[in-house]
């Protein structure tokens, strides 16, 4: 009785210490040297885009064979958070960058952020899908839903491509005008992205 009473408390014991250590984090997927994110509109007067000088990515799988999983069409668990200041926008005119940061209030309200809440996948010619979340932008939080397409990229990363319009009146913007009024901005901005993904540690990409 002795003998199975040492036993127990052992395999007990062995029990409770696999139980409270905690499980291998995955490592996270960072953005390599090369991702884009910029931004297309209209106006009275010609096209326009501006382009996200700074992106802070924050991509936590929770399984390190996320990307070959993704590339098969395979759904894993993860978070996704994306931001970008305000003020990193570049228009390549001064007098752009100064109405679009007015417009975006980014004195008030400096990160534009995309969090990610769910997402599907699915393999066929190509290897396409959406990513479902929030877009937090001038102070306002919309659900939003942006189409991807996924492909493979050199050295294992993965490469995330698409654009989703973004209506800025939704958000309570109001679009720019310049030049005294003769130039007015449409309420209608088209965000791209093209997004190298590769495990290592969390980084911002300047």
Known sequence: MRALFSHLTILTAAVTLIAATPAPMA???TLREGSRLWFEGTSTVRSWNC???RIDATLMPVDDGV???VLDGRKVAGQVQVDFP???????NGTMNEHMWKALKAKEHATIRFTMENYQVERGTTVSGSLQGTLQLAG???PVVVPVQFAAAADGAMRVTGKVPVKMTDWGIKPPTLMLGTMKV???VTVHFDLLLQKGSAT???
């Open 67 to 69: 990307i070959a999983a």
């Open 51 to 53: 382009s996200a000088d």
């Open 186 to 188: 449409g309420p209608v």
């Open 27 to 29: 490592s996270p997927l």
């Open 140 to 142: 306002q939080t919309l």
């Open 86 to 92: 305000v003020s990193k926008l570049e228009c390549k």
């Open 204 to 206: 911002a990409l300047d």
